[in-house]
């Protein structure tokens, strides 16, 4: 078959496994080839869908997506039912971990470290945490507004003072060293790819998001009596389970990604953008959360407000991957593998020629077991449509 966009002859399927593009559809031939409606690293889904682990987890499969997220509720759920009886310290601790340590698991499972992770896992999520530790110290020491309270939304009236200090001089020195424990991780030619780059800066942004948590709450972490009453410590506990790595992971790993970008020469007006975009979105998320809670906002409006910018976040991490992963589909030769979203045996180049994801965002473990061809196909094991 000879593809409509790039004109290489490729195996049949829906999609070119040189290009990516979606054949023979009633697509416009640009809406064919950007394929918006079909997520490169998910094919199932929409690019702009804000779904939070085929974005941030963009190696898993279709199977194991559901397992992270059942993991993740059963999470959340854990936080919850030690915040009802009471268990207020160990609920922020579940909570702190929570997403941390589920991507921890994810880059083993995935094994986006090859064959290095020690050094990988040390400097993205090590770094992320000695980054984290020494700047949450050092915010303490200029400004400490973070004073235990037991009830955390009522009193300490906030000055404007303190919302340009949380709101945004804190973000923007927070987003500026937060990349850079990646940045210098030695075997980083190794990992050309940007999706590679996605990944550590996120790993880094949640290994800070811990060492934020674990530093700012220290005092109430050792002052709380193991019970309490729950009070209102469920929106704090909500804002530290899910919202709170999820900013610090997506704006973080949307800079990493541009410096990969950057490497690979490839630096437009979407990567820009992605830093930008990072660095609003965390000023936007701290002193509206700083503000709205001086002004004793109902807390819900205040989850509602983080939860709508890491929504936004997310589509932007992944309008960044999915041009990214179409872009650098470098041609790896045409090659017998198991496609990890759609499980069919294909002989694919870049894509699977059945459901169109990119192949350079599949598991370590499907990427050795390619067994080349020295031809190509001119038909895969699927059937032609
Ligand atoms: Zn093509
Ligand atoms: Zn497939």
Known sequence: MRCDHCAQDVPDGAFCTRCGAHQGTTYTAEKAKTREHRYAAHPGEHVAQPSIFTTLFPH?????????????????GGVLVLYVTGLITAAILVAAFLVPVLYLVYLYEAQVYRDEPALVLGFTIGGGIVVGIVVTLFERLIYNPLQYNPNPLSGATVSIGAVLVLGLVVPIIQEALKPIPAFFLPNRADFPETVDGLVFGVAAGLGFSLAETLVGFSSALTSLPP?????????????????????????TGMIVATIWRFRRGRLARREIGGVVMAVVAHVAFSSGTVVMKDAAFNPLFILVWQAAIVGTLLIYIRYLLHYSLLEEAAHMGFAETVCANCHMHIVASGFCPNCGMALSAAPTSIRRGRRPRAEPATKSKKTAT
Do not use: C, M
Not at 60 to 76: D, M, Q, S
Not at 231 to 248: E, H, K, R, V
């Open 60 to 76: 898993l499969g279709h199977h194991k997506i559901h397992e992270f997220r059942w993991a993740f509720i059963a999470g959340l």
């Open 227 to 251: 019970h309490v009453a729950p009070g209102n410590w469920i929106y704090d506990l909500a804002t530290l389970a899910i919202f709170q790595p999820l900013l610090q992971g997506s704006t």
